[in-house]
């Protein structure tokens, strides 16, 4: 409901036809954190009113208008006298608007009003500024003044106003007819505050604010009233929940009044209570609220006296604070709150951000009196915050804290080994059993279906694929509970895949024979191929062969000789093994090739020009039937043989040093290329320029004095050796040098202790944690120091991995690498590179991770 203007709210009354009108205004919010304040300058004087605006849950700057009286809008007056300013602080958030009046004239003074929006909320404040003069002695005169409708204005000079009401006037267009002066000054004075302004308008005042300063001090003529002694005040004003009387004296006791709340007529109730007091009616208002605020008036007859109450609406302060909650997840949260005034309208914040409270919010609010609560029956993590909440005197605030419940692990997950196609279960018990979580297997998430149950996970029938290490990871906790799940397969071998008749296998002799066989199992089965009946481990193992070898895949096992012969074969067994189980298989090789001859011909019968021959048939018959025989004439052979350059001779060394000679002693080379050794070629080298010169040339023996060497001069001597084809291709040289020392002077050497290199195995670039694609070679490195060269071996968690094609083993510099050939994700594991020496050993891990599907 608006509030009507007072009589002493000057130049703001209405026209007659809107006195009972209800003006619509927004509801009022608390946008303003400060407000004008009335004030009272001099005339010259300068003031300043400001209002500030917080701007914290704004997105963008609220609008301000400055008001004098009801309809000024103070923006289009902005000027010399006149300045409207804003400013923003960035660092607590407040828009300041400011209005400067400089050098206040008499006519400045009124009420004055000011309205902030933002989107749909609005906030408005009135003031009143008062301009004080110097009072002068009254100069009465008359200004005749023509309007535009021709009427004479009698006007007393006083303080005239400066306020132009020219551009609110319509144009009229000017009458030929002269019309009668009309003295405005008399029907101001006969009139009603609200019909000032529609008599301005009337008449074409443009100076209506000095009329009315004028009209302020002058006396009034009261006309008498018959019914009334004394009237109701102008105004009345009266705190909110309180109770006002309002007093008139009856001139005439006998009159019936009649009383009225904007123009409705008022009946007796419990609030509204009728007192007569000798000649004074009065009405009791009783516990005044905002709607009470409007225009009262009583008639008696014909007679009227109105009158408007203010309703002051007290602020509402805090009585009791929020107090700090803390609590756990799934608990009840209740934040309690008193006010000063029951049904106070109070706004709940959370973050500084308003709390939904409609129907489907978590959060509910209850008012019983002065008591507000906010209640959250089920708090999850999320309702951290800080809580506040609202009044028009005050705010008050309090930390929530929600924490989860403390995990309380009663089962945990167990390492499990299961065969392969078997159901799989892993279930955990833990403490609060409401807790959701989630599944990881070898840190990967795994989806799962709406129904699942967070605390077990199973499988129907387990694959190879479901092997791994699982981890649930309650949400909102740090903890998590780890099992490793072990899928096994018993080892199989496949020999139907052979497509042999009774799993034997023909080859011709000097041929090339593979035998690929698939298998299967989980873990991938040790393979071992053997020769022979026994499945012991002693039987004939042909994997450490070099001609034959056996090698292992993951869904197969092969077995290739590169020459075959006829002692290949036999029956070769295979022997899977792991920990599931063992399984053995036999293949039998026949290897075909051309007989042996058969035995030496006896002759029993000669003739003429036969005879007959018996033999016995040859102890090998290549493997099959002997078909046929083929009967050769004798021949004549010849034997060529070739001859070559001989080798070196053997083990040259220096028997004696004496003087000026030295004794040499060798033996004859290995290799005479088939030709007699005819002689050797002695060779001497000074150490300083290790020029060879030839001391003796086709020499016999394998011993040598050789003479006349110089006194001081170290040697190293070399011996080629020859036959009939000459010499031979290279020399062998004498490890030590013979000294030649002057007698009587002995030389001795230093004695060096040499510098220890050795060390034991020290690995100073480790392995690193890999994740490599399926399909795409992976390569791990690290690099090792060691004196001597240490051997290097690669484990597969902790298992040695040997003769396996797809991994390919090398160092160089001591820098080791294992390169991994397509890898699946079977390949996946912990990897150790161990090196070994004399003097320790040492290892490093790295984990390989396999994404991906393998192509």
Same mark, same amino acid.
């Given at each position: 409901?608006?509030?009507?203007?007072?009589?002493?709210?000057?130049?703001?009354?209405?026209?007659?036809?809107?006195?009972?009108?209800?003006?619509?205004?927004?509801?009022?919010?608390?946008?303003?954190?400060?407000?004008?304040?009335?004030?009272?300058?001099?005339?010259?004087?300068?003031?300043?009113?400001?209002?500030?605006?917080?701007?914290?849950?704004?997105?963008?700057?609220?609008?301000?208008?400055?008001?004098?009286?009801?309809?000024?809008?103070?923006?289009?007056?902005?000027?010399?006298?006149?300045?409207?300013?804003?400013?923003?602080?960035?660092?607590?958030?407040?828009?300041?608007?400011?209005?400067?009046?400089?050098?206040?004239?008499?006519?400045?003074?009124?009420?004055?009003?000011?309205?902030?929006?933002?989107?749909?909320?609005?906030?408005?404040?009135?003031?009143?500024?008062?301009?004080?003069?110097?009072?002068?002695?009254?100069?009465?005169?008359?200004?005749?003044?023509?309007?535009?409708?021709?009427?004479?204005?009698?006007?007393?000079?006083?303080?005239?106003?400066?306020?132009?009401?020219?551009?609110?006037?319509?144009?009229?267009?000017?009458?030929?007819?002269?019309?009668?002066?009309?003295?405005?000054?008399?029907?101001?004075?006969?009139?009603?505050?609200?019909?000032?302004?529609?008599?301005?308008?009337?008449?074409?005042?443009?100076?209506?604010?000095?009329?009315?300063?004028?009209?302020?001090?002058?006396?009034?003529?009261?006309?008498?009233?018959?019914?009334?002694?004394?009237?109701?005040?102008?105004?009345?004003?009266?705190?909110?929940?309180?109770?006002?009387?309002?007093?008139?004296?009856?001139?005439?006791?006998?009159?019936?009044?009649?009383?009225?709340?904007?123009?409705?007529?008022?009946?007796?109730?419990?609030?509204?209570?009728?007192?007569?007091?000798?000649?004074?009616?009065?009405?009791? *208002?009783?516990?005044?609220? *905002?709607?009470?605020?409007?225009?009262?008036?009583?008639?008696?007859?014909?007679?009227?006296?109105?009158?408007?109450?203010?309703?002051?609406?007290?602020?509402?302060?805090?009585?009791?604070?929020?107090?700090?909650?803390?609590?756990?997840?799934?608990?009840?949260?209740?934040?309690?709150?008193?006010?000063?005034?029951?049904?106070?309208?109070?706004?709940?914040?959370?973050?500084?951000?308003?709390?939904?409270?409609?129907?489907?919010?978590?959060?509910?609010?209850?008012?019983?009196?002065?008591?507000?609560?906010?209640?959250?029956?089920?708090?999850?993590?999320?309702?951290?915050?800080?809580?506040?909440?609202?009044?028009?005197?005050?705010?008050?605030?309090?930390?929530?804290?929600?924490?989860?419940?403390?995990?309380?692990?009663?089962?945990?997950?167990?390492?499990?080994?299961?065969?392969?196609?078997?159901?799989?279960?892993?279930?955990?018990?833990?403490?609060?059993?409401?807790?959701?979580?989630?599944?990881?297997?070898?840190?990967?998430? *795994?989806?799962?279906?709406?129904?699942?149950?967070?605390?077990?996970?199973?499988?129907?029938?387990?694959?190879?694929?479901?092997?791994?290490?699982?981890?649930?990871?309650?949400?909102?906790?740090?903890?998590?509970?780890?099992?490793?799940?072990?899928?096994?397969?018993?080892?199989?071998?496949?020999?139907?895949?052979?497509?042999?008749?009774?799993?034997?296998?023909?080859?011709?002799?000097?041929?090339?024979?593979?035998?690929?066989?698939?298998?299967?199992?989980?873990?991938?089965?040790?393979?071992?191929?053997?020769?022979?009946?026994?499945?012991?481990?002693?039987?004939?193992?042909?994997?450490?062969?070099?001609?034959?070898?056996?090698?292992?895949?993951?869904?197969?096992?092969?077995?290739?000789?590169?020459?075959?012969?006829?002692?290949?074969?036999?029956?070769?067994?295979?022997?899977?093994?792991?920990?599931?189980?063992?399984?053995?298989?036999?293949?039998?090789?026949?290897?075909?090739?051309?007989?042996?001859?058969?035995?030496?011909?006896?002759?029993?019968?000669?003739?003429?020009?036969?005879?007959?021959?018996?033999?016995?048939?040859?102890?090998?018959?290549?493997?099959?039937?002997?078909?046929?025989?083929?009967?050769?004439?004798?021949?004549?052979?010849?034997?060529?043989?070739?001859?070559?350059?001989?080798?070196?001779?053997?083990?040259?060394?220096?028997?004696?040093?004496?003087?000026?000679?030295?004794?040499?002693?060798?033996?004859?080379?290995?290799?005479?290329?088939?030709?007699?050794?005819?002689?050797?070629?002695?060779?001497?080298?000074?150490?300083?320029?290790?020029?060879?010169?030839?001391?003796?040339?086709?020499?016999?023996?394998?011993?040598?004095?050789?003479?006349?060497?110089?006194?001081?001069?170290?040697?190293?001597?070399?011996?080629?050796?020859?036959?009939?084809?000459?010499?031979?291709?290279?020399?062998?040289?004498?490890?030590?040098?013979?000294?030649?020392?002057?007698?009587?002077?002995?030389?001795?050497?230093?004695?060096?202790?040499?510098?220890?290199?050795?060390?034991?195995?020290?690995?100073?670039?480790?392995?690193?944690?890999?994740?490599?694609?399926?399909?795409?070679?992976?390569?791990?490195?690290?690099?090792?120091?060691?004196?001597?060269?240490?051997?290097?071996?690669?484990?597969?968690?902790?298992?040695?991995?040997?003769?396996?094609?797809?991994?390919?083993?090398?160092?160089?510099?001591?820098?080791?690498?294992?390169?991994?050939?397509?890898?699946?994700?079977?390949?996946?594991?912990?990897?150790?590179?161990?090196?070994?020496?004399?003097?320790?050993?040492?290892?490093?891990?790295?984990?390989?991770?396999?994404?991906?599907?393998?192509?």
């Amino acid at each position: 409901m608006g509030r009507k203007d007072s009589v002493w709210s000057l130049g703001d009354g209405q026209p007659p036809e809107d006195i009972d009108k209800q003006i619509e205004t927004p509801p009022l919010s608390t946008l303003l954190i400060e407000k004008p304040q009335g004030g009272s300058i001099t005339v010259g004087g300068d003031i300043t009113f400001i209002a500030k605006v917080e701007a914290k849950d704004l997105l963008r700057k609220p609008t301000i208008k400055w008001f004098k009286g009801k309809w000024m809008d103070l923006a289009s007056k902005t000027g010399k006298h006149l300045q409207l300013k804003e400013s923003f602080d960035r660092f607590t958030k407040i828009h300041t608007f400011e209005m400067h009046i400089i050098k206040a004239k008499e006519n400045y003074a009124g009420n004055y009003r000011c309205e902030v929006t933002y989107k749909d909320k609005f906030d408005s404040c009135s003031f009143d500024l008062e301009v004080k003069g110097v009072c002068s002695p009254t100069h009465q005169f008359t200004i005749s003044t023509e309007t535009c409708t021709g009427i004479k204005v009698i006007l007393s000079q006083e303080d005239a106003g400066e306020l132009d009401f020219s551009g609110l006037l319509k144009h009229r267009e000017p009458k030929q007819e002269e019309a009668p002066e009309v003295d405005v000054w008399e029907i101001l004075k006969n009139a009603r505050p609200d019909e000032y302004e529609k008599i301005a308008f009337t008449y074409g005042i443009t100076d209506l604010r000095g009329l009315l300063k004028r009209l302020k001090k002058t006396k009034k003529e009261e006309k008498k009233s018959e019914a009334f002694a004394k009237k109701l005040d102008p105004a009345y004003q009266v705190d909110k929940g309180g109770k006002i009387r309002l007093i008139v004296d009856m001139a005439d006791p006998t009159v019936d009044l009649k009383w009225y709340k904007n123009g409705q007529e008022i009946r007796p109730t419990p609030k509204y209570i009728f007192e007569h007091k000798g000649t004074q009616r009065i009405l009791v *208002i009783n516990n005044c609220q *905002i709607n009470d605020d409007a225009a009262y008036s009583v008639t008696a007859g014909e007679e009227k006296s109105t009158t408007e109450l203010f309703v002051k609406e007290l602020p509402i302060k805090i009585v009791k604070e929020l107090e700090p909650v803390k609590t756990t997840v799934n608990e009840r949260i209740e934040l309690e709150c008193e006010v000063s005034e029951e049904g106070a309208k109070v706004k709940w914040m959370k973050n500084g951000v308003e709390v939904p409270t409609g129907v489907r919010s978590r959060y509910r609010v209850k008012c019983e009196g002065t008591k507000h609560w906010l209640i959250i029956d089920d708090a999850i993590k999320e309702d951290t915050a800080t809580y506040s909440l609202m009044a028009t005197g005050g705010t008050t605030e309090a930390r929530v804290q929600v924490d989860l419940k403390p995990l309380k692990i009663l089962q945990d997950l167990q390492d499990i080994t299961i065969k392969l196609g078997q159901p799989m279960k892993l279930h955990c018990e833990i403490l609060p059993v409401n807790v959701p979580g989630r599944w990881y297997r070898n840190g990967q998430l *795994i989806h799962h279906p709406a129904s699942f149950i967070s605390f077990c996970y199973g499988v129907e029938s387990c694959t190879l694929h479901d092997a791994g290490d699982y981890t649930f990871v309650p949400e909102g906790y740090s903890q998590s509970l780890s099992a490793k799940v072990h899928i096994i397969d018993p080892p199989r071998v496949h020999l139907e895949a052979l497509n042999a008749p009774d799993n034997t296998v023909t080859i011709v002799a000097g041929n090339k024979l593979r035998l690929e066989i698939p298998i299967s199992g989980e873990p991938a089965p040790r393979v071992v191929w053997m020769k022979g009946e026994r499945v012991s481990r002693t039987g004939i193992d042909v994997n450490v062969c070099v001609r034959v070898r056996a090698e292992t895949f993951p869904d197969h096992t092969c077995l290739t000789i590169d020459v075959t012969e006829r002692e290949d074969s036999g029956n070769y067994k295979i022997v899977l093994q792991n920990e599931a189980g063992e399984d053995t298989a036999s293949v039998k090789v026949k290897v075909v090739d051309i007989p042996d001859a058969p035995g030496a011909p006896l002759v029993p019968v000669v003739g003429g020009d036969w005879c007959s021959m018996t033999w016995d048939p040859p102890y090998y018959d290549g493997g099959s039937p002997i078909l046929g025989k083929h009967t050769l004439e004798a021949c004549t052979y010849c034997l060529v043989i070739c001859q070559d350059l001989p080798g070196p001779p053997q083990c040259v060394r220096i028997e004696e040093v004496w003087g000026e000679n030295v004794a040499l002693d060798w033996t004859p080379p290995k290799d005479n290329g088939n030709a007699p050794i005819t002689g050797y070629t002695i060779q001497k080298a000074d150490k300083k320029t290790m020029e060879w010169y030839t001391c003796v040339e086709h020499y016999h023996r394998t011993c040598i004095t050789i003479g006349e060497l110089v006194v001081g001069n170290e040697y190293f001597f070399r011996i080629f050796s020859e036959n009939m084809v000459g010499l031979s291709e290279s020399a062998t040289t004498t490890k030590d040098s013979a000294v030649i020392v002057k007698e009587g002077m002995h030389l001795k050497n230093p004695e060096y202790i040499d510098y220890d290199f050795t060390e034991a195995p020290k690995f100073t670039q480790p392995l690193i944690n890999t994740f490599a694609i399926a399909g795409y070679n992976a390569s791990l490195n690290c690099s090792v120091r060691a004196n001597p060269r240490p051997k290097v071996i690669w484990m597969k968690n902790k298992i040695t991995i040997l003769d396996d094609p797809r991994y390919r083993m090398f160092s160089n510099q001591g820098v080791c690498t294992l390169e991994i050939r397509k890898p699946s994700p079977f390949d996946g594991g912990v990897y150790t590179c161990k090196a070994i020496n004399e003097l320790g050993e040492a290892q490093v891990d790295c984990k390989l991770e396999v994404k991906g599907q393998s192509m």
